[in-house]
């Protein structure tokens, strides 16, 4: 029997809060090693989404489905289970301001495993060799630039070896070049370790860098208008939405 290659399948979700409906009606499915796009405009449920994914929020209808198991039917022991297969790159990076990089990284060593000291210390400077910054374990986070704090945030999420990485817009707030060697570190990652990865970003670039599967959300109609490569979205998908959302500045680089 074929083994499926669906690492994460999202059936019939619907989201809110309260009586307000962000998104309905979700169906797509995540391939194992995909680094997946979750993608659309300002306001219609992006950020939402990775919450739900990840276990932070629950859905209103539907259910996302981890190698076939539905996690918000499952009870809590066995999403906790699913949980430690996750790491998680918040916008903001959340690293503790109070704790140095190696501290910061070593929290779900401490509370998840029995570790000798050694060992942590040893997969501590791993972590952050991996992301460009062996060297910095005693460092604090207000000593690092902007991109530095996204790259110790990347370190700290892979502390577990996750089989999964979510990020929540990972260039933000970054400029363009250190957007791309961010983009370059996620698919170093992605090549070499074999992570399954989701991203919430509207940054063009970074899309057609580093995705191969995506989903276009739509906040108007409050549904999902394509799912597929974001190249073949941008290219050939019948929606005037989804193709001028990719589109976006082509016209502009033609006449200059």
């Known amino acids: 029997m074929a083994v499926s290659s669906a690492h994460i399948e999202v059936n019939g979700l619907t989201m809110g809060y309260g009586d307000f409906i962000v998104q309905r009606d979700l169906n797509f499915t995540v391939n194992r090693g995909d680094v997946f796009i979750i993608m659309g405009g300002s306001g219609c449920g992006k ?4 919450k739900l994914m990840i276990g932070l929020k629950e859905p209103v209808a539907g259910d996302v489905y981890y190698d076939g198991v539905p996690f918000w039917q499952s009870d809590e022991p066995e999403q906790k289970a699913v949980k430690r297969k996750f790491g998680t790159l918040f916008q903001s990076g959340a690293l503790w301001s109070s704790m140095t990089l190696a501290e910061n990284i070593q929290l779900a060593l401490r509370q998840y495993t029995s570790l000798e ?57 970054l400029d363009p070049l250190t957007a791309k060697r961010l983009d370059d570190l996620i698919l170093e990652l992605k090549d070499s370790l074999g992570t399954t990865i989701v991203v919430v970003t509207h940054e063009l670039a970074s899309i057609f860098a580093i995705g191969n599967n995506a989903v276009f959300l739509d906040a108007d109609s409050k549904t999902q208008l394509a799912t597929g490569h974001p190249v073949e979205l941008r290219d050939n998908h019948p ?13 502009e680089d033609s006449a200059a």
């Open 117 to 173: 000291e050694s060992e942590m210390r040893d997969i501590t400077s791993y972590k952050l060799m991996l992301v460009g910054l062996a060297g910095f374990e005693d460092y604090y986070p207000n000593e690092l630039s902007g991109g530095m704090k996204k790259r110790a945030g990347l370190a700290r999420a892979m502390a577990m070896d996750p089989e999964i990485l979510f990020f929540d817009e990972p260039s933000a707030g």
């Open 47 to 50: 950020s939402t989404l990775l």
């Open 239 to 251: 929606s005037h939405m989804v193709r001028n959302f990719l589109q976006r500045g082509q016209a």
